[in-house]
């Protein structure tokens, strides 16, 4: 099983960045996805997930800023990021959670300046 991210990177407030996790070792489809993060200091949260159906929830600090969607052709997980703010530094790791198995990517780290 493996969950890979890739994306993040530095950028300024009020920017955009896509990160994207590819799933392989599982049966994706069947899974339902998401993002979380986590800053220096603080517990990891949970960001955005979404359903094999494309049924999408978003913690408030995101919401109307945060896209979550997912391919299940390419067995991938997206989180597209607008309006980014320096708060919005973190880790972010993608989590793939079954009937009775859960997966944890090893995290892209996104930078947001002031």
């Known amino acids: 099983v493996q969950l890979q991210a890739s994306g993040g990177g530095l950028v300024q407030a009020g920017g955009s960045l896509r990160v994207s996790c590819a799933a392989s070792?599982?049966?994706?489809?069947?899974?339902?996805m998401s993002w979380y993060r986590q800053a220096p200091g603080k517990q990891r949260e949970l960001v955005a997930g979404?359903?094999?159906?494309?049924?999408?929830n978003y913690a408030d600090s995101v919401k109307g800023r945060f896209t979550i969607s997912r391919d299940n052709a390419k067995n991938t997980v997206y989180l597209q990021m607008n309006s980014l703010k320096p708060e919005d530094t973190a880790v972010y790791y993608c989590?793939?959670?079954?009937?009775?198995?859960?997966?944890w990517g090893q995290g892209t780290l996104v930078t947001v300046s002031s």
């Open positions: 070792g599982f049966t994706f489809v069947s899974y339902y």
């Open positions: 989590n793939a959670e079954g009937s009775s198995s859960r997966y």
């Open positions: 979404i359903t094999r159906g494309g049924i999408t």
